[in-house]
């Protein structure tokens, strides 16, 4: 945890700032958080594990390491180089995962970058070995972070909170969220055609909701295929929350070849009512 992200935290129960204190960060009423050996803060010390495990997380691991995303990174940091100047702007992640979107985007540019995520596991990782950007175990519905700081919230295929997102922002300060389309990694999900919840992915709710609740400044959609090994083609079936309840082992996946990346990412101040 670096200084100037611990001086941007609040205590998760009462509010109160944070001093660094022997390796811990402690409250004015002496609530109390260690700093874990790989750097990190568990801000959200009860929650549980979920669909999101280690392997889920190793697994997006590979899949960014192989670059899948990179175009969706530069669309991002195009986005926050037109939107938001200054030096040192703080970055927010909000669901950062294990912190591939944190430590990505805008790579040339100095940032107080910090993610959080409610998984433990994720933070872990996304810690581990990281000496530009902060990170936290927090839950969006109660972000312990103190109103107004910081200039850019990204929020990529994570829940949001519009209420605490515009507590957190500064004036003038924009969301950057990234939502899944229909064609999102459609060849993955014929495979298991028959064995899902909802076949036809529909993003537009989400879309609908965040045009509700934000100035939206700019939207683009993000769209292309990329050749895939079948090792990758793997890790991905592994990393997709699309794919929960599926047996992924049992799936026939040795006919794709090619995968399809189709995502919307809206920009815009959110409004606080
Ligand atoms: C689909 S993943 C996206 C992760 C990352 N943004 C990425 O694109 O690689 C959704 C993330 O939201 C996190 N999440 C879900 N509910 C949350 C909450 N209430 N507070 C914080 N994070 C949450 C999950 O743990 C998971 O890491
Ligand atoms: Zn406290």
């Known amino acids: 945890m670096h ?16 001093a660094l204190e022997g390796g811990s960060l402690i409250c004015a009423k002496r609530h109390c958080y260690d700093v874990a050996r790989q750097g990190h803060v568990n801000l959200a010390p009860a929650a549980k594990d979920s669909f999101y495990t280690k392997a889920l997380f190793e697994s997006r691991a590979k899949v960014f390491e192989a670059g899948v995303f990179a175009p969706v990174v ?13 030096e040192r702007s703080v970055l927010l992640d909000a669901g950062c995962g294990e912190g591939y979107y944190t430590k990505a985007v805008c790579p040339a540019r100095e940032m107080v970058r910090i993610g959080f995520d409610l ?9 581990r070995g990281e000496k530009t950007a902060s990170f936290f175990v927090g839950d969006l519905a109660h972000i312990p972070m103190k109103d107004h700081s910081a200039d850019v919230l990204l929020d990529v295929f994570t829940p949001a909170n519009y209420a605490e997102f515009a507590r ?16 999102y990694l459609k060849e993955l999900r014929e495979a298991a055609i028959g064995l899902l919840r909802n076949a036809e992915y ?10 509700e609740r934000m100035d939206i400044l700019e939207k683009r959609e993000i769209t292309y295929s990329l050749p895939v ?10 990393m997709t929350p699309m794919l929960a309840g599926v047996d ?26």
Do not use: N, W
């Open 3 to 18: 200084g100037e992200a611990t001086m941007l935290l609040r205590c998760p129960i009462c509010g109160g700032d944070f």
């Open 74 to 86: 530069q669309a991002i940091s195009e986005a926050v180089d037109r939107h938001v100047r200054g």
């Open 119 to 127: 998984s433990k596991e994720a933070v872990r990782l996304a810690a």
């Open 168 to 183: 957190v922002l500064k004036p003038g300060g924009v969301l950057v969220k990234l939502a899944p389309r229909s064609g």
């Open 202 to 211: 529909d993003g537009g709710q989400v879309e609908r909701y965040a045009a």
């Open 229 to 238: 090994t079948q090792e990758l083609v793997a890790h991905l079936a592994r």
């Open 248 to 273: 992924v082992g049992a799936l026939d996946l040795s006919h794709i070849t090619q995968i399809t990346i189709d995502e919307t990412m809206t920009v815009g101040r959110v409004r606080a009512d």
